[in-house]
């Protein structure tokens, strides 16, 4: 094995770019399109260096927050624009949460935290005490041209089209100076038809060489676990597992003596063999019953996508490889290449024992996790099928206690971290309910002065305002059990009928009515605000109560 390894930060980037686009077909491409238009329009505009490499790391992995949520599958094949701006806001602030742990991703998670922030409301320099990062809008601008481009169309036939959208939100939703440099930028057709490219990774080093930015090995394991997140919290089933395979191949990889260096890269196997995952539908995962054969390949695909999303990466060859062959068998049976014990090296198999070993003793809140000797019967059965390897599964049977001690401890403070994330889930989503009300009542002034955008169904309809599409659609999935979510609907309505005569007033020119209505919106606004910190709270002690129901200790 190789005792030394280095790894290209911004091969990372983009793979795991192509990783996010496994969530929707339809957006394939989706991430790296975003990330190249958002560094033409940042060279443009004068960024340079570190500033602009890291508006390309924000653009790259936008998206990473909405995997957090089990809505998100359905929702991502909308129009982002056609998303609730709570749901955009929640989903931003946990990639955000995600990425800032990882100290190279602090910077362009501060421009991800705002990069769904329309320029209109966002333009003041501070948000809650945040400087409000100009790569954000960039990154803005960036994802909305390519959601408004019809991939099934051809690229030059549009972009008269999106030049005219575009300018028409310049000063509203987009800032004004990013939109000239757009312009600028996007006047030739090879500009469009580089997002077409089938080798768009390509142009964006051809156009930007990356400052060399390498992760030694101890560096890799803290982007590792960092992915192993973002893969693992998508499923409530599944919470914790890359972490209990990491710790586990890790330590039998010791157990078998081989040097630290080589355990950890083990390691950084089991935190990774899973990414190919999040091209498995959430529902899917969480199934209660069997799958169906049509479902069971859409799984059996998903070591297949974990050796693509990692083998470009120089230096990752050897992890993606027995990551990809980690549901081999030794009689040639498994996948997804069905190749047999001549080709599965025994670091594949330490990965492939620890996989099912975690799985076994793991909490899942379909059952506890087993006890010693069920998990060495059914890992012994493998075994006798050839499924598992035999002098693997003998080191793990003499080292039980050892392995199973590393792989509780390990989970458990997974868990909290888990704990952690969920709860503070409930308080980003009405948090960003929030913030979408306020910034809403801020529009509404905005309107009196002759300046907003807000169209007269927003302005008088308590479900088409911002705050009105999330309560009747996520919202009270979510939370509609509990009872000051239901009593926000009363004043909610009761101030959307209030603007209604506020906006028959201003249309008919009588500005002293129409202010004296506005002077009556705060004690309204005021009562919604403290309903959404209430239901904030309860939702978020639910959660944990939940989660702590669900992943209890197992039973010995």
């Known amino acids: 094995m190789k005792r030394e390894l280095n790894v290209g930060l911004y091969q990372f980037v983009f793979s795991l770019s192509q990783a996010l686009d496994l969530i929707n077909p339809a957006m394939a491409n989706h991430h790296k ?34 995997l957090s949520f089990r809505q998100a599958d359905s929702e991502d094949r909308t129009d982002f624009r056609q998303r609730s701006l709570a749901f955009n806001l929640r989903s931003a602030h946990y990639g955000y949460q995600l990425l800032r742990k990882f100290k190279p991703f602090a910077e362009p998670a501060r421009i991800l935290r705002h990069h769904n922030m329309p320029w209109d409301w966002g333009s003041r320099p501070e948000i809650d005490g945040e400087t409000i990062p100009l790569g954000s809008h960039i990154v803005h601008l960036a994802n909305l041209v390519d959601h408004l481009l019809d991939k099934h169309a051809p690229v ?33 057709d090879a500009f469009w038809l ?46 914790t597992h890359s972490r209990g395979v990491a710790i586990t191949a890790a330590t039998l990889a010791q157990l078998f003596g081989f040097p630290e260096m080589d355990c950890k890269r083990l390691q950084v196997a089991g935190y990774l063999h899973d990414i190919g995952k999040l091209a498995i ?19 059996r695909a998903h070591p297949y996508h974990t050796f693509r999303i990692l083998n470009p990466i120089k230096g990752m060859e050897d992890i993606a490889h027995w990551c990809g062959i980690h549901h081999e068998r030794l009689d040639g049976k498994g996948y997804p290449y069905r190749v047999d014990h001549t080709e599965i090296q025994l ?31 059914i890992l012994a059965d493998m075994v006798k099928e050839f499924g598992l390897d035999a002098n693997v599964f003998n080191v793990l049977k003499r080292n039980f206690a050892e392995v199973d001690l590393s792989r509780a401890a390990a989970q458990a403070h997974a868990l909290q971290d888990y ?10 989503d009405l948090s960003g309910a929030r913030a979408a009300h306020l910034a809403w009542k801020q529009r509404l002034r905005a309107y009196l002065d002759g300046a907003s955008g807000l169209s007269r169904e927003q302005l008088v309809s308590h479900h088409d305002c911002d705050l009105g599409r999330w309560y009747y659609a996520e ?52 009562t919604i605000v403290d309903l959404l910190q209430t239901i904030e709270r309860k939702a978020s002690e639910s959660t944990v109560r939940y989660i702590d129901a669900v992943h209890g200790t197992r039973a010995e």
């Open 33 to 66: 399109r975003v990330a190249y238009i958002a560094l033409r329009v940042a060279q443009a505009a004068g960024l340079a260096g570190v500033e602009k490499e890291n508006v390309v790391i924000a653009a790259a992995l936008h998206d990473v927050g909405a």
């Open 156 to 188: 030059l036939q549009q972009t008269a089209q999106i030049f005219a959208e575009v300018q028409a939100r310049s000063g509203k939703e987009l800032m004004p100076e990013f939109v000239e440099a757009f312009l600028r930028v996007s006047g030739s």
């Open 194 to 239: 580089d997002l077409d490219a089938p080798d768009l990774i390509h142009l964006l080093f051809e156009r930007a060489p990356f400052s060399v930015v390498e992760l030694d090995l101890d560096g890799l394991l803290d982007f590792a676990e960092l992915l192993a997140q973002v893969i693992d919290f998508r499923c409530r089933y599944t919470a």
């Open 281 to 299: 539908p959430v529902d899917m995962m969480e199934k209660p019953g069997k799958l169906s054969d049509d479902e069971w390949r859409v799984v």
């Open 347 to 377: 670091e594949a198999r330490i990965l492939a024992v620890a996989d099912v070993f975690t799985a076994l003793t793991e909490n899942r809140p379909y059952r506890k996790g087993l006890g010693k000797d069920e998990t060495l019967a």
């Open 419 to 428: 704990k952690a994330f969920m709860g503070s889930l409930a308080m980003l």
């Open 475 to 526: 919202g009270m999935k979510h939370y509609g059990d509990i009872a000051e979510m239901q009593a926000l609907e009363g004043p909610h309505a009761e101030l959307h009928d209030l603007i209604h005569t506020l906006v028959e007033h201003s249309e008919q020119g009588r500005s002293a009515a129409a202010e004296a209505c506005f002077d009556r919106v705060e004690p309204l606004s005021t």
